[in-house]
């Protein structure tokens, strides 16, 4: 974890916001109180994306091998670092600044002009914080497909621009309220994400996608005919624990996406725990059929997509769909994830099938499932099997091409600058050695540590 948000600092903030509602009710009554504990809400869901950060490097370490193992905690410990910064001086602004163009913010950098007054919604630094954790996630997604061949230092100006320019832009063309997908509609039918599917997870995906490509394969990836081979990871329980981590942040990214505490954030917090359990467990199904082994990482993955898949719809998605949702998510991912290690992209971890492929299914899938529930749903418009009609699966893939055109041109051009100047990736002789040693100076593990082979 990059930042400790300890039991002590939580149950004071909370204390700070909770003693003041006796007297914001004699104040401003309900909606006084409603703000304090929509702000409360959303501060606590916030941190628990936060915690996702380690989710991710522990995921992504136990996936790699050993002798890359502190390059890969590194990497995750500056996407928080440098994208908290980034997002600061522009990537806020740029995500929910005064459109221009429907494509970005032209106000709000540095934070200016933001108010710490709770009263009718959220304050200011209660949205920054809970947006700037979704913008490390998104490019810490890339990380992974990444990894074990990727300069540190180019990997940190990829960390900036992602969280300055790309990923705020994307935002800005939806949740930013007035941007170009945001606008996108086909009769009464309007795009619908509501905690990222492709807004936020996607956009890793495809940044990782670009970054595979560009970087080509690790040494020994393949054979000389080119036939893929395993290069398995180093530590099955750092992989498991990771998915954990990361299953127990996803109540609060999706729950929290709400912004606002009322009804909607246990209908999230359901369909996000019943799709995470049908990805893990119908990615495990078809990996075990194929292979005749249960293949644990993979299971993890499955787990990881059915999250991903549900993120689009969770609050439109009644139980049932969000377990065909998640479920398909983990069928898709074990077939995506073969797909691409046999076209020669090389993805370590899976990044780009768990958060791009699964991803784009997700928001097409709001097409399908979403259905009015009870009064609370984000979206007028219900999906295919619900009644709706094929205008809300036509807007959605509408909106998954145009993030996927924006994010692989970008990113494309900044991997191919940064590969023409100051290199994208490391000798050959430092990937035999490993990042820990060549790129930070000393091994992950001591000497006394037994890890298996180097690979």
Known sequence: MKRKFGVGALIAAGTVLIGSVPAMAQDGGAEAVQAVMDNL?????????????AGFGMVEAGMTRA????????????DMCIGALAFFAFGYGIAYGTDAVSL?????????????AIDGGLSGPTDFFFQVVFAA????????????????????????????????????????GDGLIADLAIGDAKFGDFAGSTIVHSTGGWAALMGAIFLGPRIGKYDEDGNPRALPGHNIAFVVLGVFILWFGWFGFNPGSELAADNVVMHAALTTLLAAAAGGLVAGAVIWRKSGSLDVAMTGNGVLAGLVGITAGTATMNP??????????????VYSVLFFDRRGVDDPVGAISVHGVCGVWGTLAVGLF??????????????????GGGDQLLVQ???????????????????????????????REEEIGGLDLHEHGVPGYGPDVTVGSQG
């Open 41 to 53: 809400w959303v501060f606590i869901a916030g941190i628990l994306v936060f915690l996702m950060q």
């Open 67 to 78: 002798k890359n193992v502190g390059n890969i905690m590194a990497k995750n410990l500056a």
């Open 104 to 116: 970005f913010g032209t106000d709000g950098f540095f934070l200016s002009g933001m108010s710490n």
């Open 137 to 176: 996630t998104a490019v810490t997604i890339a990380s992974g497909a990444m990894a074990e061949r990727t300069k540190f230092t180019a990997y940190l100006v990829f960390s900036f621009f992602m969280t300055a320019l790309i990923y705020p832009v994307v935002v800005h063309s939806f949740w930013g």
């Open 320 to 333: 049932m769909g969000a377990v065909v949702t998640g479920g398909i998510a983990g069928a898709i991912v």
């Open 370 to 387: 979403s259905r009015y529930a009870d009064g609370f749903v984000a979206t007028d418009n219900a999906g295919l099997f619900y009644g």
């Open 397 to 427: 893939l509408i909106g998954v091409v145009l993030v996927f055109a924006w994010v692989t041109v970008t990113t494309g051009i900044l991997f191919a600058v940064m590969s023409k100047t100051m290199g994208l990736r490391v000798s």
